[in-house]
């Protein structure tokens, strides 16, 4: 298969198919977390698969072999890293918007790389509700800020202190407006406070959110299935490609 993932599926909880035997779903499901942890490409729907552990149908586990079949066509595939002139620090914020069709919860993902290959990557359902997309994306940047505050304190334990401010790009500018003024709009008075750090490291001068085309999101890859154009280019753009092709690295 050319993506891990059909864009036009839709998982749910109750889909209406035959019921699968839950120990062997678990077994499989947890081979594909296991791999995520080199695979980036394969982090969404694997993370996604994970939500059904209690009921697991049909559609489920074929969505699971799915993506064993990429698998299988991508084996020598993997992140590519290489020398870079200086250890700065980048990262992509990106979200859905009520992407689960159970409880119509977001998902929120980022990545970060140092020039070359991402080397950290996460795609995790929120826990509230966003009410907008903006709420959404601005949640995200919160989970991908909390990230980039600890990897910036790794950095400075290994004497790679980053004396500049992080940036992480955002596809949304309502969030970065919001992030800058919480009072920004009245809509945003049911905020959860703690979000609200976000200024704070801002102006300390850690972490900078900047725009970001939608196109250019890498953090895309981690929130939603994507047609086989984009996610061939964004798993490009990560780092991902095949050790016996020196032209698509």
Same mark, same amino acid.
């Given at each position: 298969?050319?993506?891990?993932?059909?864009?036009? $599926?839709? !998982?749910?909880?109750?889909?209406?198919?035959?019921?699968?035997? +839950?120990?062997? #779903?678990?077994?499989?499901?947890?081979?594909?977390?296991?791999?995520?942890?080199?695979?980036?490409?394969?982090?969404?729907?694997?993370?996604? !698969?994970? %939500?059904?552990?209690?009921?697991?149908?049909?559609?489920?586990? %074929?969505?699971?072999?799915? @993506?064993? %079949? #990429? @698998?299988?066509?991508?084996?020598? #595939?993997? =992140?590519?890293? $290489?020398? &870079?002139?200086? /250890?700065? !620090?980048?990262?992509?914020? *990106?979200? *859905?918007?009520?992407?689960?069709? *159970?409880?119509?919860?977001?998902?929120?993902?980022? &990545?970060?790389?140092?020039?070359?290959?991402? /080397?950290?990557?996460?795609?995790?359902?929120?826990?509230?509700?966003?009410?907008?997309?903006? +709420?959404? $994306? /601005?949640?995200?940047?919160?989970?991908? =800020?909390?990230?980039?505050?600890?990897?910036?304190? @790794?950095?400075?334990? !290994?004497?790679?202190?980053?004396?500049?401010?992080? @940036?992480?790009?955002?596809?949304?500018?309502?969030?970065?407006?919001?992030?800058?003024?919480?009072?920004?709009?009245?809509?945003?008075?049911?905020?959860?406070?703690?979000? #609200?750090?976000?200024?704070? =490291?801002?102006?300390?001068? +850690? =972490?900078?959110?900047?725009?970001?085309?939608?196109?250019?999101?890498?953090?895309?890859?981690?929130?939603?299935?994507?047609?086989?154009?984009? /996610?061939?280019?964004?798993?490009?753009?990560?780092?991902?490609?095949?050790?016996?092709?020196?032209?698509? &690295?």
């Amino acid at each position: 298969m050319s993506t891990p993932m059909n864009q036009k $599926e839709k !998982l749910c909880k109750e889909d209406g198919a035959d019921k699968v035997d +839950e120990g062997y #779903y678990r077994s499989l499901i947890g081979c594909l977390m296991y791999l995520t942890a080199t695979g980036p490409d394969i982090l969404f729907v694997a993370s996604l !698969l994970s %939500r059904f552990m209690h009921c697991a149908s049909e559609m489920h586990l %074929r969505a699971a072999k799915r @993506i064993l %079949r #990429y @698998i299988k066509g991508t084996i020598d #595939y993997g =992140v590519k890293f $290489e020398k &870079c002139p200086s /250890f700065k !620090l980048l990262g992509f914020s *990106d979200s *859905d918007w009520a992407g689960s069709a *159970d409880d119509m919860r977001s998902t929120s993902g980022h &990545c970060f790389s140092l020039g070359s290959g991402i /080397f950290s990557w996460s795609s995790k359902k929120q826990e509230i509700v966003a009410q907008s997309t903006a +709420e959404a $994306e /601005f949640i995200a940047a919160t989970g991908a =800020v909390n990230q980039v505050l600890w990897l910036r304190k @790794i950095m400075y334990d !290994l004497h790679l202190e980053q004396k500049e401010s992080t @940036i992480i790009l955002v596809d949304n500018q309502a969030a970065i407006a919001i992030s800058n003024n919480p009072v920004f709009h009245k809509k945003t008075k049911h905020f959860n406070i703690k979000f #609200y750090f976000l200024k704070e =490291v801002q102006q300390r001068g +850690e =972490v900078t959110l900047v725009y970001c085309k939608s196109e250019n999101q890498l953090a895309d890859l981690f929130t939603k299935p994507l047609p086989i154009s984009k /996610f061939e280019l964004l798993r490009q753009k990560i780092g991902v490609c095949s050790i016996q092709s020196k032209e698509e &690295c």
